[in-house]
């Protein structure tokens, strides 16, 4: 039936066609093209149908087939040099900037004079800046975020006074900073701020539940790929890898679900991705693919397969070596300056620092190593004056020194009580007699000259007196010389037949006094009060093996004694005959010899524990020498303690106390003594192997630390081969300034090697570096480009293998059709006062206006427009067919013309008509038939110079390169007559 009724209509079709005047004669068939589509490079040419072979410079989403406007010029950034960056920021002010970078500089400029440099960058690498928290903030991924505030720059730091992390790539959402690619803790991971602001990112160990706290995510680390790609968009933030893309959803540490797109779609370059009108952009390894919120990312560039697929830029990428482990600093050599392992991988986790030996004394023992002359050393650890070599020191007011410490003897479980300063009190048991403390002397009988030396005062009051004093005898002392102290008087008496008072005094008590008690052997014995001689007599010996003793006891009715003293010390084997006069006034300590383990060391502060009232005198000197056997010594340089010796020295050194006493009231002494020594170092790294891909090095990024008065230097120097030259002769080192601009500063071979000098003034202000990054480039680095206009996608690239700099820009139309631009190279796109703006990627530094509305020339030259139809074959492939004609349908425009042109059997020659777009302008070569000149509306007949041309295939094409004119095609038509098969 339904056979019959189609039957039944084609009938009536010819019936009607046959007694109507026919459009065109018999056989011939129309071939008619009112819908212009775009490039199509993955299809047979004969198999693409309204889309194009070619479709270079024009537009055909508008319903028809246009000329593509042209560029106006906005200025120049930096004359010689590509522009690497462009986008726009509007200050707090209100004033609206143009943010580009040119070689190794960022710059700023609202064209009102010429660009203002803002800072530097690694060469070859594109920045990141976004805008957020009223600046607009940089990443370079070589060194901490940067800000310019629209007056200023600075370095983004952390709320603890830390730098934010090292990002390559950077995302707003949510008012939070989104931080990826951190080069010193991994390519792969994203750190993400807390809400409001950069100045956290220490992730809290609650941070699951507090919403607003800071993040981190790594991206599957172990793939051995890093994150390339970062932008925000309505569903959250992409995150793009080499060959992986995933998304991280939600808006706060309760909500955050990292989603993964597609594990096997990745993202080419960050500066391909753009939100086109509600759907996510961007160039994949495998073309370009579009994300709409849901589902899998989608290819929507299969059509251009065999352009996108090869682009040449897969050959770039940027590489660094990373030292800041201890097993990276120990790879190198710690000990490049000597012997002694002067710099330290060790002292501070994860960084090198240079060492420094500590020369202590703070111990009997260690001081007894030294020697002594005319000073003693206590048995707590302390020195002090004596005139002579001694057993016990002379004297000392260090306020932690109780007698017991010096081999005192509580007798009676009496007290002793510190109360303030140096005073000390000893509280004795009532009742005659009654001994507090006594210190064994020098054995049985009196072999040697002694010296009692004390400061002592009694309570005021009621209380009778104590005394302290030489006796003979533990169980029932004898005073031998003693000085008896009451609320009122003093006596200095000693042991003759009875108790002899061989001088009393009046003083009002409480009152401090020095007293100095001298025994000789010859039984003589001596009183001083504050260095005044006041006494003198014979002590008799009861005879006897009890031993000599010092004591401190009470004496009279038993009423409670209490003496207030400042010190109490007693000095043996004095010179004979004892006196004022004849002991000696200057001693000295001579150190131990203390190994620095450095070559040539700097000395730090010189910090000693110690006494000196005026007017004595202790003062300080050092030397020191490269031999340890005792010789080969530098003189003696005097300096202040609490300062640094003036001058280094050699390895080994000792220093030297003098001392001066005043008239035996008082004298210096010390407990401890410290000083540094330190050196300036080398630390030179092991050899690298870079790898023959490079192409150039990068910036040379250190973070160190360096205190005031200190500096660190680098060299570094690079080989094809791999080397051990540790002199430098046959390698030489090159200076090196770290963190900036110049690159690194040897050419680009196979190893590669640095070393570091460090220098301070003092150990507490030694230098240390936690990390250094070498950086280089392999490959060309063709850069990328991308940027959104009129619900166009343009993404601009580097087509051709040969080509240094971006040659072709790909341009997705709002119909989904693509065609391309070719003229000006761009290397860069951005928004710029509401419309897309390109930068020359050559060396004008030109940024223009794209697609400026009414100017079809760029920047004056020339648009070469191209549109390549498919070849058709009017449904028959391996026909001949006859071309008869073309009809045009165009647009009229002032002295304006396209050239027509048609190819057969896919030949690359065409035959060229051009077409005139004025009203009633002819075609050229041939001339119109009389009556085909139409005025208004083009639609007009092209006919051919032969008459007709016979062909398998049949191709046209519409193209101009005439300066600053438009054309627009509405459509066209060819006439084609299949021929009937012919065999041999």
Known sequence: MRRSLLSAVLLLAGAITSSAVEIYPAGWTPVPINEFGGLNLLSDSTAIGNDAQKAQNVLTDNGYLEKRPGNVILGTIL???????????????????????????????????????????????????????????????FRAPWYWDGSSTGTVVSSNGTAAPICTYMAFKDARVFCANIPNEGTSRVRISSTGGMGYWVVPPDFTQVDNAPNVFDFTPDDGDSIKCMATTP????????????????TGNLSYDIRILDPKVGCK????VQMVYGVLQWLSNDGVYAYDGSGPPRLISRELDPLVANLPYTSYGTKFWLNDTMADWQSGNLTASGPGAPISATALPGAITVTSATLTDNATALFAQGTCEGCGISLSGDVQFSGVTSTYAFRSEFNTVLPLNEGWVNTNATSVQDVGGSSLTYTCPPGAGGTCYTSHTTGATANDNKILTFRLATKAGSERYGYVGFTKGNNSPVELAAIYISSSDINYAIRDVSLKFLLTETQAQPSFSTYTIVLTTASAVYFYRDGVFKASSTVVYFGGTNPDYVVIAAQGPPLTTTLYSDFIYFSTNIPSPPTIGNIVGVSTFTSRIFDTQVSTPTFGIFVASSTAASPTVLSWSIRSSTSPNNDLWSSYTSFPAGSAPPTGGSRYAEYRSTFSQFSLIESPGFRYVTLDAASTAYYTSAVHLIGSAISSYGIFTVTQNIPNGSTITWQVRATTYSFTDISGVNIPWTAQTANQVPIISVSTPTYFQFRGKFDFNYPANIPSVSRIQTNWNEGTGNPVSS????RRYHLC??????????DTCLIRQKTGKWVTWTGPSIGAMGIYNYTLVAADGTNTSKVWTIMSPGVYSDDGSTIDSQWVSADFTNGVIFNNKILHEFWVDATPVAASSVTLSYATNK???????????????????????????????????VPLLTGYDVAKYVRIKFSDATLNTYWRINSFLLYLENQARMTP
């Open 269 to 272: 370059d960050n500066r391909s």
């Open 797 to 806: 690239v580097t087509i051709s293998s040969a080509a240094t700099t971006p």
């Open 787 to 790: 940027g959104v206009l009129d």
């Open 907 to 941: 030949a690359s020659a065409y035959t060229d008509y051009q077409f005139y777009l004025d009203n009633g302008g002819a075609i050229s070569p041939t001339l119109l038939p009389a009556g085909m000149i139409q005025y208004g509306n083009i639609n007009q007949f």
């Open 235 to 250: 569903w959250g933030v992409f995150v793009g890898k080499q060959y992986s893309s995933s998304m991280i959803k939600g």
């Open 79 to 141: 004359a010689g040099y590509p522009v690497k960056y462009v986008n726009d920021w509007v200050s707090p002010n209100g004033t609206r900037y143009l943010i580009t970078h040119a070689s190794n500089t960022i710059y700023q400029t609202d064209f009102s004079g010429a660009p203002v440099a803002l800072s530097t960058a690694q060469p070859l690498f594109s920045i990141t800046a976004l805008p957020a928290f009223a600046r607009l903030i940089f990443a370079d991924g």
